[in-house]
């Protein structure tokens, strides 16, 4: 499985375990099954996956027709849009297999083997028809049904962002995605690849990662790919090959 985990931290904290009695979780349609959540976490800790859904919805149109750029203008983004007067647009539709499977595995082995639930966000819907990880325009080709799918998953997530800052006052966020570069999983923290393979990355301090809470405390050099960074953990708990990590970061030096 080729995972990508897009991590953000909101507020960087220690998890809080506070012990529970482990029970199934049980999920919950959002609009019209566009997605499903949990939102009776236990923990500070959030899993969502937007692009793992395969419900193709007869009424609401792909979203293959209706992006345009015309002279002197942005990618406009409008269902209804036969571009005539512009140069077509074109949204990514590919769906990231497994990762929605990847996401429930996640939190059923945290409930199993540490009694505690994470608060999950799930797209249902197919990325042909509503994209949750992009602006709402790109998103949904601004069709109503589309946009209200958009907003269902939106609206859950930032429950659950709330729930956490309003209880634990702090916590992670993992975005969860697939990708086709190769065998390993891909830490993503916002900095493009052309950043991440500098040897010094205390030079790419002007460029806003997602994870600047816990960075803040250390070098960035090792927050990202040190001894303590997420690739190296997940090395080092022997869960494949993970990039940016101390691992690879020895090996391209």
């Keep these: 499985m080729l995972v990508a985990f897009y991590v953000t931290y909101f507020v960087f904290a220690s998890f809080c375990f506070d012990g529970t009695q482990e029970e199934p979780i049980q999920y919950v ?3 019209r099954s566009s997605c499903k959540f949990y939102q009776a976490g236990t923990f500070n800790l959030i899993l969502s996956a937007p692009h793992g859904g395969s419900i193709m919805p007869t009424d609401v149109p792909d979203r293959t027709q209706g992006g345009c750029r015309r002279p002197g203008s942005y990618c406009t983004w409008r269902y209804d849009d036969p571009c005539l007067d512009g140069v077509p647009c074109i949204a990514t539709t590919v769906q990231d297999s497994l ?5 429930e595995n996640i939190a059923a082995e945290l409930n199993t083997t540490f009694n505690k639930k994470p608060y999950i966000v799930i797209g249902k819907w197919s990325r042909k028809k509503v994209d949750f990880n992009r602006e709402i325009n790109e998103a949904t080709f601004n069709h109503p049904e589309a946009i209200s799918a958009y907003q269902s998953y939106h609206t859950n997530l930032q429950y659950a962002i709330d729930q ?3 209880l634990y006052g702090n916590g992670l966020l993992i975005d969860i995605h697939g990708h086709g570069e190769g065998n390993f999983t891909m830490v993503g923290c916002l900095l493009y690849s052309s950043l ?3 040897d010094d990355l205390q030079s790419t301090l002007d460029t806003l990662t997602s994870i600047e809470q816990i960075c ?3 070098n960035r050099t090792e927050c990202i790919r040190g001894q303590t960074s997420f690739g190296t953990v997940f090395e080092r708990n022997e869960l494949g090959i993970a990039y940016p990590s101390r691992h690879i970061n020895d090996e391209t030096v």
């Design 29 to 31: 349609d959002g609009y």
């Design 99 to 103: 990762v929605d499977q990847l996401t």
């Design 164 to 166: 956490v800052k309003q």
């Design 196 to 198: 991440l393979n500098r």
């Design 216 to 218: 803040s405390l250390s």
